[in-house]
């Protein structure tokens, strides 16, 4: 299992970015596959899932700016993220549903094999 995040970068407040996570070495149209963050010192957090349905959701952290969605042909993944606030300056992995994802799956803890990451830092 691989994945790969990209697209992060610097941004002004208010402004938007599209992460990418590219997936190989698993049936990626299988999985519920997911986004999460991390600042240095603290916990991973989760902040979207989507179905192979494409069915989403989102913690209330980033709903209504942030859209989860994939492409199921080209096994990618992507998070575009708007109205960015400083607050959502971290690193941001996406993930592959794990054991145990049924019981959180809108917790870090029910996703696994995340990938290294990509910097997102918003600021003036």
């Known amino acids: 299992v691989r994945l790969a995040e990209s697209g992060g970068g610097l941004v002004q407040p208010g402004g938007s970015l599209r992460l990418s996570c590219v997936a190989s070495?698993?049936?990626?149209?299988?999985?519920?596959m997911g986004w999460a963050r991390q600042v240095p010192g603290k916990d991973l957090e989760w902040l979207a899932g989507i179905h192979p349905n494409e069915d989403t959701w989102y913690a209330d952290s980033v709903k209504g700016r942030f859209t989860i969605s994939r492409d199921n042909v080209n096994y990618k993944l992507y998070l575009q993220m708007n109205n960015l606030k400083p607050d959502d300056t971290a690193v941001y992995h996406c993930g592959r549903e794990g054991r145990n994802f049924a019981t959180y799956r809108d917790s870090a803890l029910g996703y696994d094999n995340w990938g290294r990451g990509t910097q997102v830092t918003v600021s003036v």
């Open positions: 070495g698993f049936t990626f149209p299988s999985y519920d």
